[in-house]
């Protein structure tokens, strides 16, 4: 098995690992959010690394957070991270698909997420994507909201974790914001999120189907632009 592996590896360096399960509920119920959160911090201060995954086993699928992208961001946002690396098979965002376009070129600071930057990700009508780069945007979105800084590049490079953490310039660095929400913010933010997710949904529907999925629908009478898993 995959934890086997962590915990072998890690042992040859005398770190001690730690698997943590968590679902969407471990984000919206206060006292489950503050659990997870004290579990992780008292995991890190003694020097153990957690090795976290979704609980598929018990979560339902209309509840899940869905995929590691999204699960990272609102676990770094909730340790309030120095910073998160999502890795995957191109070094960083590009302005085009750099599979299929010789121009694209890749952007290596990225100060705010906008729909610009969606579409580049591969956005509704876009033929950009590649590497799952609209899941990592978004999960770059959660993270830097919440004053956690993004840092995406290539899985390829055995040292790529290392050159992520000493700022190498070799991949796409997201800017997080100045104001982060703090832990209370956060769980009211994830709260409020799947809330509105589920209780918008049926009015949101058509305009999502609409929109040819794209990662932003305005739902309700005040015309919120939301950023759907």
């Known amino acids: 098995m995959l934890l086997e ?19 969407q509920d471990d984000f919206v119920d206060k006292r489950r959010y503050k659990n997870a959160h004290q579990a992780l911090s008292v995991l890190l201060h003694r020097g153990a690394i957690p090795i976290i995954n979704e609980n598929d086993s018990v979560v339902i699928d209309e509840l899940k957070v869905g995929d590691n992208d999204t699960l990272s961001a609102q676990v770094a946002a909730m340790v309030q991270a120095d910073l998160l690396v999502l890795l995957t098979d191109v070094d960083g965002l590009y302005t085009g698909n750099p599979n299929s376009d010789p121009t694209a070129k890749r952007l290596e600071k990225i100060e705010t997420i906008n729909r610009e930057i969606i579409d580049m990700a591969g956005g509704a009508g876009s033929s950009n994507g590649t ?13 830097t909201e919440s004053g956690v800084p993004v840092y995406i590049c290539s899985s390829m490079k055995s ?27 956060q769980w009211l933010a994830s709260m409020l ?6 209780g918008r949904w049926w009015s949101c529907r058509s305009t999502f189907k609409k929109r040819e999925k794209s990662p932003f629908i305005r739902c309700g009478r005040s015309g919120r632009e939301l950023l759907l898993p």
């Open 159 to 185: 040292d790529a974790l290392i050159e992520a953490a000493d700022e190498t310039k070799d991949g796409s660095f997201f800017v997080a914001q100045e104001k982060g929400l703090r832990t209370q913010k």
């Open 5 to 23: 592996e962590y915990t072998t590896n890690l042992l040859m360096r005398q770190i001690v690992s730690a698997q943590i399960l968590l679902t």
């Open 193 to 198: 999120k799947v809330r509105e997710r589920f």
């Open 131 to 143: 590497g799952g780069m609209l899941t990592k945007i978004k999960a770059a979105t959660i993270a």
